[in-house]
């Protein structure tokens, strides 16, 4: 049980190129998330998923898309990189209880 | 939207003291959770609070979900080293989103 993992760990990109992060999760939860993290801003929502197939708006969700095509997967996709998305990202996945596990997170760089 | 206010914002305490930590928020939440962040990877889950009032501990450390439902504290009992990381509080209404607090940095001295 390998819990929930983050694809990859680190990336740097120049201005405008683009990625997808994957995360993955092995314990069945409905919901998923996508978080970045700055430092002294804590954790910001960016989009997260109810279920297979179903994707939502978080508190900063500009400049990203996400797609939950399978129950265990979800993509983060940057489609045009740029500075302010240097950031660590953070993937977490959640119980019927409401409680969210968090994945170790990917590194990214935008130069 | 809704905001968290975690205090303190750093914590430089020596080995074997106590420390607490506290958010509050202007709005209510039916959900408190206290996760704890290690340099470099991502926040664990501490402790679950779900009932007004609820006072739950684990190990050292002790959380009560406040009456009014727009606090929670965290306390953490005879502080060792490894205790050093960064304290997020996280508030939820309804739904499945969470709304952090800025955390708490905590440095302990041996």
């Known amino acids: 049980n390998a819990g929930v993992t983050q694809t990859p760990k680190f990336r740097v990109l120049k201005t405008g190129q683009s990625m997808t992060l994957l995360c993955a999760q092995d314990m069945n939860h409905e919901y998923m998330y996508w978080y970045r993290q700055d430092p002294g801003m804590g954790l910001r929502l960016i989009h997260y998923s109810v279920g297979e197939g179903t994707t939502a708006k978080g508190e900063v969700p500009d400049g990203y898309n996400v797609s939950r095509l399978k129950k265990q997967n979800f993509l983060l996709g940057l489609e045009s990189a740029a500075p302010s998305q240097t950031s660590v990202y953070f993937c977490?996945?959640?119980?019927?209880?409401?409680?969210?596990?968090f994945g170790p997170g990917t590194r990214l760089l935008v130069l | 939207g809704q905001q968290l206010n975690q205090s303190p914002q750093s914590m430089f305490i020596q080995e074997g003291e106590d420390v607490s930590m506290n958010c509050t928020s202007s709005?209510?939440?039916?959900?408190w959770l206290w996760y704890k962040q290690d340099p470099g990877e991502g926040p664990v889950l501490l402790i679950a609070l779900y009932k007004a009032g609820e006072l739950t501990s684990n190990g050292r450390l002790t959380a009560q979900f406040g009456i009014t439902r727009k606090d929670s504290f965290l306390n953490i009992s005879a502080s060792i080293p490894s205790d050093v990381g960064i304290y997020f509080c996280a508030g939820q209404t309804s739904g499945s989103r969470l709304t952090f607090g800025e955390g708490t940095q905590l440095t302990v001295n041996p």
């Open positions: 709005s209510i939440f039916n959900t």
């Open positions: 977490a996945s959640g119980t019927l209880k409401r409680t969210q596990y």
